[in-house]
């Protein structure tokens, strides 16, 4: 079975940081492209960055381009995302998701981590 | 970026009645290799989205006949021939044939 367990969501001031976790089992990690996507209650869902199988390859939103850094470690399973200069705007619910092979979609996601960019 | 718009955005239906969900992309979601990279996602509350259809009809492993994708271009239409109470939730298309992957702003399907 297919799992992705996101971690380290929390409370954090405007201007802080964050790092989040994935980590993944029931599938060959390493032959994957990962993604995260993030839900604001408000605005609905948005693709946040992607990084493919080896790690040689990634991609940003505009909107986290700088300040956010995606990267995996194919020996732990585990995929990260390193969130900096985090804004008010950041505040949403993280998924990781996996790539489905040649669909242009995603066959499984994490239950989510909550990221809430507060004072 | 690529829009994509979802109508309607509240959709009750009864059950054992179909339903129907429209998307439309505002450029042409034809890649240059031929394919069309349109998905439809399903949220529960308090769930993340699981995938229903990708490449505009194709169904994801395990799920239900009663789901069915059609359309090419720049529309889309999902349908439901019989929903079921389960079916409730939002309905999300996305698209992943233009950099960077957008998503519909998602339809809601409650039972009347």
């Known amino acids: 079975e297919v799992q992705l367990v996101e971690s380290g969501g929390g409370l954090v001031q405007p201007g802080g940081s964050l790092r989040l976790s994935c980590a993944a089992s029931?599938?060959?990690?390493?032959?994957?492209?990962m993604h995260w996507v993030r839900q604001d209650p408000g605005k609905g869902l948005m693709w946040v960055s992607r990084?493919?199988?080896?790690?040689?390859?990634?991609a940003y939103a505009d909107s986290v381009k700088g300040r956010f850094t995606i990267s995996r470690d194919n020996s732990r399973n585990t995929l990260y995302l390193q969130m900096n200069s985090l804004r008010a705007g950041d505040t949403a619910v993280y998924y990781c998701?996996?790539?489905?092979?040649?669909?242009?979609?995603?066959?499984?996601w994490g239950q989510g981590t909550l990221v809430t960019v507060s004072s | 970026d690529v829009v994509m718009t979802q109508t309607p955005l509240s959709s009750p239906v009864t059950l054992g009645q179909p339903a129907s969900i429209s998307c439309r992309s505002s450029q042409s979601l034809v890649h240059s290799d031929g394919n069309t990279y349109l998905s439809w996602l399903h949220q529960r509350p308090g769930q993340p989205p699981r995938l229903l259809i990708y490449k505009i009809s194709n169904r994801f492993s395990g799920v239900p006949d009663r789901f069915s994708g059609s359309g090419a271009g720049t529309d889309f239409t999902l349908k439901i021939s019989r929903v079921e109470a389960e079916d409730v939730g939002v309905y999300y298309c996305?698209?992943?044939?233009?950099?960077?992957?957008?998503f519909g702003g998602g339809t809601k399907v409650e039972i009347k």
């Open positions: 029931g599938f060959p990690f390493s032959s994957y492209s």
């Open positions: 998701v996996r790539g489905l092979h040649g669909s242009g979609s995603y066959s499984d």
């Open positions: 990084i493919i199988r080896d790690g040689s390859a990634t």
């Open positions: 996305m698209q992943a044939t233009h950099f960077p992957l957008t």
